[in-house]
């Protein structure tokens, strides 16, 4: 047409650009806008619109908005264009900021405009703005199906899903899109019940359905007590034909993923038709992750890479997700190296958090030096895994660093740091943190407020880590939790107790880790009324058959007294670890029942639970109080022979209380003779009792030499002592004993009881 000598008008040169949009062939456009311009169509607001959104669905958004500027323009068409592009590239405050220029200036939105700012303000959760727009929108009587399917959509990403549903009810006329935005504001809030009522009132009244409406449907579904609901989603889909869409294919893989039917998974995508496409792998592989299948994860990231299929960056994420062993990483590493998905974000991050997993902190280290671009999420990452390899000196530094690279640091950030602040129990460095954090504006926020509270009770400051707690707006599970524990962990054990009380009395969801610090501190204080009261809350709400609160159940119980609790508590838990099996050897220890440790230790083995030091203590200890010598020394000897564990102090004391008891004393110093390590205080005390209960005077004044050389301020050595010399009438010695005392400034210690 040009070279015909044709002089092409505004409507031409807009349509061409539109053209080369649609095309993806910006260059192609400048020439078309050049000569646009060269013709004298420099300010018209169709053409210079064309060009504004043919740089925006390129992704320049920048020369977009330098097309915009290049002229003061009172189009509402170019304005629209600017403003959807802002959004269509990220940029909804600029889009936001744009749309407040334009109503500055008098210039009246249409229905284009409000579509594209609701949208924005949906983005970014601005549901104050959103409101000053709908009354715009009523003002301006722009109120069209599309308008308002773009204000229910604001009300449900935003969060309130009661006003979008007001607004859903009064439109005059619905479609597929505002239908499906209110199913997945209902899915947002986990209401899973409201988002199938909805489908079902879409269907009865046959009202059109598509993929989206779908995929949402089937992400309520996705719950693990929904199983029967996703199923009958599923026979739906097949009878409607949807079946045959690679998205809703991907959607139902997840599904049945996240309802722990993972076999289901697999059957839906064993019969895909489209068996080459990679998303339909990539969801497949990362649904297997979700549910731990490493093995079969890997396996099919072979056979996509034997079948010729590129895996994505999804595909290597969630791969190395389940990955263990360093070995293999390293050569999925290598793999992404030849390939350049090294330098993708998600997949870096993936690589170092797994070198991290695998004990490899230098290799994680420097693979996040080399990721080109970091965001927010892998500076936590990497500084979670400092904190984890008791690197917090690093984690600090990496801050700094982060810091100084101008990244803004969002709450994950500040609560991995504080992580690190507690680990250094480096109060100051805490403080300096709480500071910054209060600067940014996070301080108070619920997140940021627990790790703060956890921080401070870390390091020992509880009036600190009170009064933050008392300042949060919201006390959520993890400040709640971390106050508890720290009155525990620190000893005030009645104001632990007291808060875990106000805290069940809220409503507040009290985790295991919880439960155990208040169930110690319940144990320490003797107060079994109290534990017996907790226990029969703990099982209504199914915590009992926890591993971790059965532990602490069966210790509580044994420090009670009450070795009959203590055994219905151990057969509560469903699977009872080796904290578990220990806890119950010791209980029974404790109690005198040595016959009945050994047998639950016979037991524990027969599971295949291996011993460890700790178990050996509790069976030692046991065989010591039930005179069982033989078995103690069996015992003792396998410790090295099969189990590869050197004895330590604490194991050497419950042999040497086990000989003495028995009056086997010149046994018990033979073997503190041939111990491999040097003998402690606690050793040698134990001898001295032993000497005391079988009047041993000059073997007990060996032992209680040896003491008072170890641990000088020990009044028990001098106690011991004075009185195996009293029993063997030996009074002068007696009382060089207690001038001794006098001299040494070792004052005996009052006795003290809970009754």
């Not at 915009?68 to 629209?80: E, G, I, K, L, Q």
């Not at 409201?194 to 269907?203: G, V």
């Not at 919880?514 to 029969?536: E, K």
Request: charged residues 20%.
């Amino acid at each position: 047409m040009h070279f015909s000598g044709f002089e092409p008008d505004d409507i031409t040169y807009g349509s061409a650009l539109s053209a080369c949009a649609a095309l993806q062939a910006p260059l192609f456009g400048e020439l078309v806008y050049s000569l646009a311009i060269k013709n004298g169509f420099y300010s018209n607001g169709y053409v210079r619109a064309g060009m504004i959104d043919l740089f925006a669905k390129n992704s320049k958004f920048d020369d977009a908005l330098k097309v915009f500027y290049d002229v003061s323009c009172a189009n509402v068409v170019c304005w629209n264009s600017i403003i959807s592009g802002a959004v269509r590239n990220g940029e909804n405050s600029v889009a936001l900021d744009l749309f407040s220029q334009m109503c500055r200036r008098s210039l009246v939105p249409n229905s284009f405009t409000f579509s594209s700012i609701l949208t924005a303000c949906a983005t970014l959760k601005e549901v104050e703005i959103g409101k000053g727009v709908q009354g715009l929108v009523i003002k301006c009587c722009e109120n069209d199906v599309f308008v308002g399917t773009a204000i229910v959509d604001m009300y449900a990403k935003c969060g309130d899903v009661g006003e979008a549903v007001k607004k859903f009810s009064r439109m005059p006329e619905r479609n597929v899109v505002s239908w499906t935005a209110i199913i997945s504001g209902f899915v947002k809030r986990d209401d899973s019940i409201s988002a199938l009522k909805i489908f079902k009132e879409m269907r009865i009244i046959k009202e059109e359905i598509n993929n989206f409406t779908i995929t949402s449907i089937i992400t309520a579904c996705a719950k693990p007590d929904m199983i029967k609901e996703a199923i009958q989603i599923h026979s739906w889909i097949l009878k409607t034909g949807f079946y045959l869409d690679p998205i809703v294919q991907a959607a139902l893989i997840n599904m049945y993923a996240k309802v722990h039917a993972i076999d289901l998974s697999e059957m839906v995508f064993r019969e895909s038709e489209d068996v080459r496409n990679p998303r339909l792998w990539a969801t497949m592989i990362s649904s297997l992750a979700q549910n731990q299948s490493s093995k079969r994860a890997i396996e099919l990231l072979q056979i996509m890479l034997q079948e010729s299929l590129r895996p994505d960056s999804f595909c290597f994420s969630s791969v190395l997700s389940v990955i263990d062993c360093s070995n293999l990483g390293r050569q999925i590493h290598s793999y992404t190296l030849k390939t350049g998905f090294v330098f993708d974000l998600s997949v870096g991050s993936s690589l170092f958090t797994m070198y991290s997993k695998c004990g490899s902190i230098e290799d994680s280290y420097k693979v996040f030096e080399h990721i080109p671009v970091r965001d927010n999420i892998s500076w936590t990452s990497m500084i979670i895994g400092f904190t984890e390899h008791g690197c917090a000196n690093q984690a600090f530094e990496l801050f700094r660093n982060m810091l100084a690279e101008g990244t803004r640091p969002d709450q994950m950030n500040f609560i991995a740091i504080l992580a690190a602040c507690s680990g250094l129990r480096s109060l100051q460095k805490g403080k300096e943190i709480h500071g910054y954090a209060f600067r940014a504006g996070v301080g108070r926020e619920a997140l940021v407020g627990g790790a703060l509270v956890s921080m401070y009770s870390k390091c020992g400051a509880l009036e600190s880590a009170r009064k933050m707690f008392d300042m949060l707006p919201e006390k959520d599970q993890v400040s709640c939790s971390s106050m508890v524990s720290g009155y525990a962990q620190n000893g005030l054990l009645e104001e632990a107790v007291f808060l875990f009380h106000e805290m069940l009395m809220s409503n507040v969801t009290a985790d295991s880790f919880t439960v155990s610090s208040v169930l110690g501190a319940i144990a320490l204080l003797n107060r079994l009324g109290i534990g017996t009261q907790l226990h029969a809350r703990l099982t209504k709400v199914g915590l009992d058959s926890n591993v971790s609160v059965g532990s602490s159940l069966v210790t509580m119980y044994s420090k009670c007294g009450n070795i009959e609790d203590c055994c219905k508590a151990f057969d509560q838990v469903d699977e009872p670890d080796l904290i578990c099996w220990s806890a119950m050897i010791a209980s029974y220890a404790q109690h005198g029942q040595g016959v009945e440790a050994l047998k639950i230790y016979e037991k524990m083995r027969r599971q295949g639970i291996r011993p460890d030091s700790v178990t050996f203590v509790g069976v030692l200890f046991a065989c010591s109080h039930a005179n069982l010598v033989e078995e103690g020394y069996f015992l003792f000897n396998s410790m090295t022979k099969d189990f590869g564990i050197e004895p330590n102090n604490r194991h050497y004391a419950c042999m040497v209380d086990l000989l003495g008891r028995s009056g086997r004393l010149k046994e018990a110093e033979k073997l503190i003779k041939n111990m491999t390590i040097d003998p402690d205080a606690l050793v040698w005390g134990t001898l001295l009792a032993a000497c005391k209960l079988h009047g041993e005077v000059e073997l007990g004044k060996k032992a209680a030499k040896m003491v008072m050389e170890l641990n000088p301020s020990d009044d028990g050595a001098y106690v011991l002592l004075s009185n195996i010399y009293a029993d063997a009438g030996q009074w002068e010695e007696v009382q060089q004993i207690r001038s001794l005392m006098k001299g040494t400034r070792v004052r005996k210690e009052a006795a003290w009881s809970f009754a």
